[in-house]
């Protein structure tokens, strides 16, 4: 039930509007009666002009600095009082373990989303990592899992990984994160077959094991390319693992690019891909938003049985799931789906309808307002 007066949050990030990360600011622009203000240590990418937002870095480089460093929450306690909050939301435990000095000193809730790797590493990972930010809330979770007032996860996968790693049943909830599907146009399958690959280049993605799916099915469909959005530490090590096959000319890397690509690439793809796999850290895939942003497009998906992903794809409905690290039926997967434009069709208007009714982010936002009123 929406409130006629409108709800002061303030939502924090360490890096704001990271170009891989659209789906924060997508939620807090669709929030239909809050007053947000973002808050973090510097910003990434473009700010997006529908959302207030205020940095450490906007006070000179060492402040930022020692932020990064020191963890020092008073940076961001006067901009909180100013904007009158009554509650902060934090995206990820990492940061929301950051905040929450700040959130105890001015007797504020603090809301926490639980995404993937900040509850499925392992935490002799993050000490291991030498970054100080993660070694300390590898040290100090257990703070934040006692203190923290609510713990939204992004699935049910989420919530039963939380549950192992300590955090309180009580106080934890799924809550999907929505996306709008009107920007999305219906995929239009025009030209050569192409499979879609979209994500940053880490070993959870599973890129590696679509490349090589790729060059199992590449003489049955020699027509088909693989485009790859996205980057990452993996990105030499993937494009020499394409050139050992031979294919240079059907795997293009095109790189980071912004989402508003994404949608053109999605609309005249055959399918979207997205093997991913348990990392070795331990970091896994909570959900996987750009399967309902395929969805969305009315493209089939073909997945992993692996994470979240379960959740945002009905398997043999909207697409197809296979175990994780097998090539083999991953090229499967593909295949039948390369070779059946009304399967391909039919699964994708499936996904859309998955995608409107479980997804919409006008509903979701909804609901999130309707969470943050009962802890504020």
């Known amino acids: 039930m929406t409130s006629a007066v409108p709800l002061r949050l303030a939502a924090f990030r360490t890096q704001l509007f990271k170009p891989s990360e659209p789906f924060i600011a997508e939620q807090l622009a669709a929030l239909p009666n809050s007053q947000v203000l973002l808050l973090g240590r510097q910003t990434f990418g473009a700010a997006d002009p529908r959302i207030a937002s205020w940095t450490v870095a906007s006070r000179g480089v060492w402040p930022a600095r020692l932020a990064g460093a020191l963890g020092w929450p008073d940076y961001y306690r006067a901009p909180i009082q100013q904007h009158r909050a009554q509650l902060i939301h934090a995206h990820f435990a990492v940061d929301a373990f950051q905040v929450l000095p700040t959130a105890r000193r001015l007797k504020l809730p603090l809301v926490t989303t639980l995404h993937g790797f900040d509850v499925t590493t392992h935490p002799g990972h993050f000490l291991r990592s030498g970054k100080p930010s993660l070694m300390r809330f590898a040290l100090g979770m257990k703070r934040l899992q006692t203190q923290g007032d609510q713990f939204i996860c992004v699935s049910e996968f989420m ?38 690959h979209v994500a940053r280049l880490v070993d959870k993605k599973g890129t590696a094991y679509l ?12 027509e088909a390319r693989l485009t790859i959005l996205g980057d990452g530490p993996l990105r030499s090590a993937l494009e020499a693992q394409v050139a050992g096959h031979g294919l240079q000319a059907r795997v293009s890397f095109a790189g980071a690019v912004a ?3 994404v949608r053109e690439h999605m609309a005249r793809a055959s399918l979207l891909a997205l093997p991913s796999v348990t990392a070795p850290s331990g970091d896994s895939e909570g959900l996987g938003l750009v399967l309902l942003e395929a969805a969305a497009s009315g493209l089939p998906v073909v997945g992993t049985l692996h994470g979240g992903i379960p959740e945002a794809v009905s398997n043999g409905v909207s697409g197809y799931l296979v175990p994780e690290r097998n090539a083999e039926q991953l090229a499967d997967a593909i295949d039948t789906l390369l070779a059946d434009a009304l399967l391909r069709r039919r699964m994708g208007a499936a996904g859309r ?19 943050y009123r009962a802890c504020a």
């Not at 490349?211 to 020699?222: C, E, G, K, T, V």
């Not at 309808?353 to 969470?371: G, N, Y």
Request: hydrophobic share 40%; proline share 7%; glycine share 4%.
């Open 259 to 261: 989402h508003r690509q």
């Open 353 to 371: 309808t998955l995608v409107c009714e479980r997804f919409d982010i006008a509903a979701q936002s909804s609901k999130l307002e309707d969470l």
């Open 211 to 222: 490349i090589d799916a790729f060059a199992r099915l590449a003489s049955r469909h020699p």
């Open 159 to 196: 919530r039963q990984e939380a549950l192992k790693a300590g955090y309180p049943a009580a106080r934890l909830q799924v809550h999907y994160m929505g996306i709008d599907p009107r920007p999305f146009t219906a995929a239009t399958h025009d030209g050569a077959p192409e499979i879609l």
